[in-house]
């Protein structure tokens, strides 16, 4: 999983350089990670599965196995991540 | 792991039930309530008092019911808009039904001492004390001792059911969630009560076992 925190004081990492692995070509600067990586692999696992239905979340549910007010909450959750990281 | 799932079940069944699922589920466990309310004349009094009824109709069983049953769905359903905006009817209705059904076990619990509250409501109106005075055993104390006990469970149980069906349903966390359902509970009681004795026309006995 991509670390977005610092394991020192727990800020949040910035992207410093990336490689082309085909001709070892790299790009350094100071990049934002996108706000989708902050998330945890759960929340970024939802979020997929949430496109792939289309948006239902009464299909989550079933694929879940949870009931919908369940799934509506998780999607809230996320919800507030994400503003809280746009913040 | 799946002895754990059925426990978290047991506490929220919320997670996978909702919806109309959970309504037809409650509204079955609702009417089988009722026909054992009717038959021994209790019924809830109150979102958290099950007490006695004087010669009962069915209707007036039903009433009691679906009157606790309403004024929980209607203050959980205006917390909910003001919480999340997002909120279904069908879940509301669902969960909410679903939330009352350990009034059935509250009301069955309360059969093996129904003649003891009997003889203590007699005592208290008439000063009739012969029936009481039958029942001053050690061995009856113990037994109301055990049902007092398995019936503070059981509305402990009741409580942690109404708390999570209204944390699904208004996704409020942490401590604002628990002030917020303590005051839903203390108006809903209060409510349910007042309206059960104006419309039964205090047919109801207000001596409640709980």
Known sequence: MLPCYCPSCQAQLKVKSLRCEKCETEVTGNYELPTLALLSTEDQKFILDFVRHSGSLKEMANQLNLSYPTVRNLLNGIIEKIKSYEK | ?210
């Open chain 2, 1 to 210: 792991m799946k002895s754990n799932s059925f426990w978290s079940l047991l506490i929220n069944p919320f997670t996978r039930l909702g919806g109309w699922k959970a309504f037809f589920i409650g509204l079955a466990i609702l009417l089988i309530t009722t026909a054992v309310g009717y038959f021994y004349e209790v019924a809830p009094i109150g979102l958290l008092y099950i007490g006695l009824v004087e010669d009962p109709q069915l209707s007036t069983i039903l009433i009691c019911q679906l009157l606790v049953l309403a004024v929980f769905m209607a203050v959980t359903y205006i917390v909910a808009l003001v919480s999340t905006k997002n909120v279904r009817f069908q879940d509301i209705l669902g969960v909410t039904t679903l939330s009352q059904s350990p009034i059935l076990l509250l009301v069955l619990g309360t059969l093996p001492i129904k003649g003891i509250v009997e003889a203590a409501i007699n005592f208290m109106k008439d000063g009739d004390s012969t029936a009481l005075n039958q029942l001053q055993s050690v061995g009856s104390y113990v037994f109301i001792l055990c049902v007092a006990i398995a019936l503070v469970a059981i509305l402990i149980w009741y409580i942690l059911i109404l708390y999570n069906g209204f944390r699904t349903l208004t996704d409020l966390k942490g401590g604002k969630s628990i002030f917020i359902f303590i005051v839903v509970l203390i108006l809903c009681d209060v409510l349910s009560s007042y309206l059960i004795c104006l419309l039964t026309d205090g047919t109801v006995n207000r001596f409640a076992f709980l």
